[in-house]
């Protein structure tokens, strides 16, 4: 028999039939010449031959192998058990078409294979909700195989919940860009075999801790009454534990700064946001939101 080596379809199952007889009869008497041309073969679905025929070649003179490779509607052998009679054809001189030899049973097993997604780095959304896009990432590959024979659908959650991913702005094939934190799904497809499997990743939300500490602001106290000279400069910011500092040509245009008066009001003239300083202020209390 040949066993099946596709999930879609799972149908190109066969299995060959030899036709023989044996060398003597239970008696010990030589059977006459055998000619295959005047027998048929029978074949049933499952263990027993019983039920519907499902398909039956008809001999040939010379003729010893006989290979069932249909079922009804012109499909293949499906994974499954199948058994075989013989008998005379009807058209046979003296033939009993209710003699049948004894049945003969083979299996067509499925030997296809879903694809095994290796470990995915997956990489967290750093980036805060608002102007600047997602930044998480997923990332999977085909363990033994080549990402060029699957085909990768991405979806935003799990199960019957999960919604497709736009792949014009989220997916690459095997990487997903641009999520925020959730769960996510893919399903990889074999596109020789048509075979499948899902797995399921979870990005987390991990923006930095930004902040500024009061050594990190340099202050210049107002000097005159009618032409408010005071300033305020951020000299540093602290992003997940680390220090940067400002003075550094690495780090411009790093952040962006977000100046305020005591009521949370804009400072007039307004401050450029890529600014880390504030000037010509009055007495008085002022913010700074740096992103």
Not at 53 to 81: K, N, S
């Amino acid at each position: 028999s040949t066993d099946v080596t596709t999930c879609s379809p799972a149908n190109e199952g066969s299995i060959t039939v030899t036709m023989d007889v044996p060398e003597f009869l239970a008696d010990g008497v030589t059977p006459s010449p055998f000619d295959e041309g005047s027998y048929e073969i029978i074949m049933f679905e499952g263990s027993n031959a019983r039920g519907t025929a499902l398909d039956t070649l008809q001999g040939i003179t010379g003729v010893t192998d006989y290979l069932f490779d249909r079922l009804p509607g012109g499909v293949g052998l499906t994974e499954g058990a199948y058994t075989f009679v013989a008998r005379a054809k009807p058209t046979t001189v003296g033939a009993d078409p209710d003699c049948f030899s004894p049945p003969q049973s083979a299996e067509v097993e499925s030997v296809a294979t879903d694809p095994a997604i290796a470990a995915a780095p997956v990489v967290n959304n750093t980036n805060c909700t608002g102007t600047v896009p997602p930044n998480g990432t997923i990332t999977v590959s085909v363990r033994g195989g080549n990402n060029g024979d699957h085909d990768f659908e991405w979806f935003s959650g799990r199960d019957a919940s999960r919604v497709p991913l736009d792949p014009s702005m989220n997916t690459v094939d095997s990487v997903a860009n641009s999520l925020t934190g959730g769960p996510y799904s893919v399903t990889v497809t074999n596109r020789l075999t048509g075979c499948s499997t899902s797995a399921i990743y979870s990005v987390r939300d991990m923006p930095p801790v930004v902040s500024v500490s009061r050594a990190d602001l340099a202050l210049e106290p107002v000097r005159f009454c009618d032409d408010p000279d005071g300033s305020a400069r951020v000299t540093a910011v602290t992003e997940d534990g680390t220090r940067y500092d400002l003075s550094d040509p690495v780090n411009t245009g790093r952040y962006l700064f977000a100046w305020t008066d005591a009521a949370g009001a804009p400072l007039v003239p307004p401050v450029d946001p890529a600014s880390d300083s504030a000037v010509g202020l009055s007495p008085g209390t002022y913010f700074v939101e740096v992103s």
